[in-house]
């Protein structure tokens, strides 16, 4: 029986030698006192890949090396800040953000550590990437956001303008953006964007942008016409809604856009009924007549299920075929005949609209909360609170950047 257990034992320390070994451990990057090791990278990367719903292939882990690192850094920077001012999240804010990741993967509540974990990423990997993106967004209301404040000549500004340049178009789009400056060669920046735009399609869109993005993540967004660049403006018209652009190169980076929506607006008039919308879009092809039935029953059903806008967003996630969400506050003015027609036949608020057809596909609308008339001192306060998050973001960038330069960062090749 001793021997036996010698044996076992022998075995076990064996076995856990050559596994230490079987990998060697190289210290890729040194971030004032902490380390991030080859080990590191490589649970980060399966991390990214996991969560993107992409093939785990050589040549895009590869690609994307890099960026991850840079990534890595930026979060130890996040962390060692957040302890320098005493700053501190608990584990019940960190499961929160992990349950609303199952949500979002359509996975079991508390499954998401135990699958991952099966896929090679280790839970530490999953809390530190929560754990850096929650102290940051402490930091920035701690140091940033408490210290913001516009001035009534800035916001009467933006008004001024805002009601001039009523009557544009406006595109709700999505963003990868992957920065020419910093860290990042030309050359290799032209490689990501590539590599991201050959995975990339409308289900996994988001995701890619959450992982890859350079700078402040911009998902779902409607901007006007005249405050895009116009390199990206003659590509965003020539866009249907669902469709994907190819990289753009502007003098910052390089960009791809994800269209979501788009509308034509009105001028601006006081007293104005104002509708908060939301809808379901479903791409058809050549007006087939079996096709637009489908999508019509697919629509009665999901009027069955779903009461509320919220309720709306999560199922276009798993609708693969369809896209959507908020269209915004829309003026009666600037809403295409069919739909005022279907909000004026007495829908209610929570409630999926009959299949609207147009020449782009079938639409149905919901509306997310009792219309009301233009009012100027309220979109006063919107504009107020947008140029708000604007200054927040910029400033919050400016502090990463300041952060960097601070720390003794030494970088070995990768």
């Not at 040194?30 to 380390?35: A, C, G, L, S």
């Not at 102290?135 to 404040?149: C, D, E, H």
């Not at 601006?268 to 939301?278: F, R, V």
């Not at 058809?284 to 079996?290: A, G, L, S």
């Amino acid at each position: 029986m001793k021997k036996k257990i010698n044996y076992l034992l022998f075995l076990f320390i064996f076995i856990v030698y050559n596994n230490l070994y079987a990998t060697k451990i190289e210290i890729l990057a040194k971030i004032n006192n902490r380390i991030i090791t080859n080990i590191d990278l490589e649970y980060r990367l399966n991390l990214a890949i996991e969560l993107s719903n992409i093939p785990n292939e050589i040549k895009f882990r590869k690609q994307i090396r890099q960026q991850i690192l840079n990534l890595l850094i930026d979060e130890n920077l996040k962390i060692q800040e957040a302890e320098k001012y005493g700053i501190f999240i608990s584990s019940a804010e960190v499961y929160t953000e992990i349950n609303r990741l199952e949500q979002r993967l359509r996975l079991p509540k508390d499954s998401l550590i135990e699958n991952f974990r099966k896929k090679n990423i280790p839970e530490i990997v999953i809390y530190n990437q929560i754990r850096g993106q929650l102290l940051w967004n402490k930091i920035v209301a701690y140091r940033i956001a408490n210290n913001i404040s516009i001035s009534n000549k800035q916001t009467e500004e933006a008004l001024q303008n805002f009601i001039k340049s009523s009557g544009e178009s406006e595109y709700n789009i999505s963003e990868i953006f992957i920065s020419t400056s910093s860290n990042n060669l030309e050359n290799s920046s032209e490689d990501k964007i590539y590599s991201i735009y050959n995975k990339v399609n409308s289900s996994n869109f988001t995701i890619l942008a959450q992982q890859f993005s350079d700078g402040a993540i911009n998902i779902n967004n409607w901007y006007r016409e005249s405050v895009l660049n116009p390199e990206i403006v003659k590509t965003i018209r020539n866009l249907q809604i669902g469709d994907i652009s190819k990289p753009i190169k502007t003098n910052s980076g390089l960009h791809i856009y994800l269209l979501n929506d788009k509308r034509k607006t009105k001028k601006i008039k006081e007293n104005e009924t104002l509708y908060n919308l939301s809808q379901i879009f479903f791409k058809i092809t050549d007006n087939n007549v079996n096709e637009i039935q489908d999508i019509k029953n697919k629509i009665v059903n999901l009027k069955k299920n779903i009461k509320s806008c919220y309720q709306l967003e999560e199922a276009i996630k798993e609708e693969v075929n369809s896209s959507g969400g908020s269209l915004g506050v829309l003026s009666s003015e600037s809403l295409d005949k069919r739909f005022l027609e279907v909000l004026r036949d007495n829908l209610q608020v929570g409630q999926l609209s009959k299949a609207i057809i147009t020449t782009e596909g079938v639409h149905s609308i919901m509306l997310c909360e009792k219309a009301k008339s233009i009012n100027i001192d309220e979109i006063r306060k919107n504009i107020e609170q947008k140029l708000r998050i604007e200054k927040i973001n910029n400033a919050a960038n400016l502090l990463l950047n300041s952060i960097r330069q601070r720390a003794l960062i030494e970088i070995n090749s990768i």
